[in-house]
Every structure is written in C-alpha cells, then in structure tokens.
C-alpha cells in the first residue's frame, strides 16, 4: 500500500511535535522513536487490504456478473465499487480480483494513469486504451476446441480501477466519463468493474447522469473494531533485524477490545484512516528510552502500548480552504494547476492557501500530486457536509 503510506514518517513527526497525545498528566509515556515509526510503517506497506474488502467486492463482482450472463438484454454489464475518497480504491480492486476469477479473461486497464495536464485529452486517452483494433475477417473467433481455444474464448472483464483521473471538473472536463459510460452500454460483449469514490460519484451523477448509464453500484463495508483488530493482527509481534547477530523485537499490545470499538468508531471504519491513527496512538515507557529519546543500544524486546485513538484537531477553515478540500476530495488526487483550473482560479490565487494547508497537516504532496490527509477526512466530511456541499456518503 505504497501509496497510502508515503508520507506517514513524516506526518506522524510533526503530529507529536504539533499536537502531542501524551498529556503531562501522563508523562510516563513517550512517543515512539523517528526510526521505530518508520519500520511499522514498511511493514504496514506491506499489509494485504482488510478481508470484509476483498470479500465484498469479490461476492458483488460474482453475483452481478452471473445477473448480466443470466439476463444481458436488460441487466447491466457493469459493477462500480464506491468508496471513501481517501481509500486506496485501485490496490484493493487488483487485490481483490487478479486472482479470483480464474474463469474469465480478467483485464486491468489505466493501472497507474494519471490526468494529463490538459484534461481534453482523457477522452483519446480513454479511447486507446479501451477500444480494440478492428478485426479482420479471417480473425473472427473459432468454435473451441483444445483447451487453448477455450482459454482464448473466455469472457472479458474490463478492471478500471478509479474513474477520478478521467475527468476534471471545468468545461468539457467530464467528457472522457461521458465516452466511457456510452462505450459501455455499446458494448455488451464484456464485463466492467469500476472504482469512484462517493464524493466524484455523487458530482457525476449530476452533471452527466453517469447513475443511468452505470446503473449496479457497491459501498466497500465500514469496519468494525474486530475488522481492525484482525487486519492488524500480524504486526503484534515484529522483529527487526539491524545487523546479523543484533536484532530487536516489537510487542505491540491488541487485547483491547475497547481500544478497537473506538478506532473503529473515531476513523468512521475507514481501514485507511484507521491505520494512521493507529500508528499516532503507539506510545513507550519513557523510562525505557536513553535520555536523548532513543533506544537503548543493547535493548532486545520493546513493548510498545496503544493510547486512546482521537483524531487531530481542525484549523479554523477560511471559505477558500473549504472549496480547496472539496476539489480535492472530489478528484481524489491533483496538481495545482488542475486544483486551480477545477475552482476556476488562477493558480497564484490559491498559491498562499494550499501552503498553509499543507503546513497544518490538512493536505500532503507527493511529487506534483495533492492530496487531503486520511486522519482528516471524518472532520472534513462533517465540516463540508455542514456547509452544503455536495458530499457523497460518509
């Protein structure tokens, strides 16, 4: 889950230096090491998707599959997973589908597309990608016959993993949705699954009606605290080995069920949110470390304990910085100029504005990319929501 992750080291640094949660009343805790946060965050990279996520998509794909080979004439041949904006949409549908419909020709298309900076192109980018070369006569399919022939003739299912870089919102920026929801009621000779998040779903529908086009839709399931506890189960015990001989053990406490019960409650059952609160919750004895706040050299097994999950706290948001996180939510992730374009703004406008709400931890960058904080969204999504945005589901 490289993506979800990259930036956790050093958010996770600045939320104790900016809004530490061990109190003074509670000063017999400390705050993990720089480099401790970091291994929990590689071995977090390496997590599979929680179960009830790859198992939900995997049952709705298989039951609106066989509803559309049942009844084509007037069953949809696509299935699209909503999610949070926040989640990691493209990841867990490859998780969940590359190896599970071993029975049909399963193919991912736009892995890894990015909106180009001049957003009319989506469209002859879209039509590249999905629009097979013509055939000739002489390539028309035979009937199968050895078990080649029937690996050939397996039926189609087109992955697009997250709808959000094919489209901005400005004039004709939706056009290449547009495109793709026609080619998919045009063709009925394959299957479609999609991921959009609920905030770009709910502005498409509006603006071009992709609902009645795209008519099956699914919610990824929120979490439960028992879901979180399983999904991060395996990183109870991890050990770390910085040379040959040396290495040290992390024991991380999981036999709370109250503890769960409120992080499943405060990240709203976000697997995502969930799992950077959950890192800015880990505390140590502070006896345990060197007066400087690093390890021992000769300490071998580290407890590691859990504090009361919260979320951090919302700046007083200007007018702007609401419109800002709503284009952002909505698209997912953008550059500057299409977050400015999106608002319909020159980019010096909104320059001072997105520095400042970078520098309070609400967005982060990647490259050339933005994006809102996951340990954001669930006061994010009250504060626009209360503003009269146009919000999807939480």
């Not at 502070?286 to 400087?292: G, I, K, Y």
Request: with cysteine.
């Amino acid at each position: 889950m490289s993506e979800l992750w990259r930036s956790l080291p050093q958010w996770l640094t600045r939320q104790w230096t900016v809004a530490p949660t061990v109190t003074e009343s509670e000063s017999q805790w400390a705050a993990l090491p720089a480099g401790i946060t970091q291994a929990l965050t590689r071995q977090l990279q390496a997590l599979p998707p929680p179960v009830p996520y790859t198992t939900a998509i995997q049952l709705a794909t298989r039951e609106a599959l066989q509803a559309w080979q049942a009844n084509p004439e007037t069953v949809s041949n696509c299935l699209v997973v909503l999610t949070r904006p926040v989640d990691a949409i493209a990841l867990i549908l490859k998780e969940s589908l590359q190896d599970y419909l071993l029975d049909y020709e399963v193919r991912f298309l736009l892995s890894g597309y990015h909106r180009p900076p001049n957003a009319l192109e989506i469209t002859g980018h879209l039509q590249r990608e999905l629009v097979p070369e013509q055939k000739s006569e002489g390539d028309q399919p035979a009937m199968p016959v050895t078990q080649t022939d029937m690996h050939a003739s397996r039926l189609q299912i087109n992955v697009i993993p997250s709808l959000e870089p094919c489209f901005l919102r400005c004039i004709q920026g939706w056009q290449g949705i547009e495109y793709l929801q026609n080619q998919v009621a045009q063709d009925d000779s394959c299957f479609w699954v999609m991921g959009c998040n609920h905030w770009a779903w709910a502005f498409l529908d509006k603006v071009c009606q992709v609902g009645a086009y795209l008519e099956r839709t699914m919610t990824l399931p929120s979490l439960s605290g028992e879901d979180l506890a399983d999904w991060l189960r395996p990183l109870a015990e991890v050990v770390l080995q910085s040379a040959p001989d040396l290495s040290l053990t992390l024991q991380i406490a999981q036999d709370d069920a109250d503890f769960w019960k409120t992080l499943a409650s405060v990240s709203a059952g976000s697997a995502t949110t969930a799992a950077y609160l959950w890192l800015q919750t880990l505390c140590v004895e502070a006896e345990r470390l060197a007066p400087d706040g690093t390890l021992p050299p000769d300490l071998s097994c580290l407890e590691i304990t859990p504090r009361k999950p919260k979320l951090p706290s919302l700046m007083s948001l200007e007018a702007l910085d609401r419109y800002l996180l709503h284009a952002l939510l909505l698209h997912g992730e953008m550059t500057r100029s299409h977050l400015a374009l999106s608002m319909g703004e020159d980019e010096r406008m909104i320059r001072s504005r997105v520095q400042v709400l970078r520098r309070e931890g609400l967005m982060r960058q990647t490259g050339r990319w933005l994006t809102v904080h996951p340990a954001h969204y669930p006061k994010l999504y009250s504060e626009l929501g209360n503003n009269n945005f146009l919000i999807g589901q939480a």
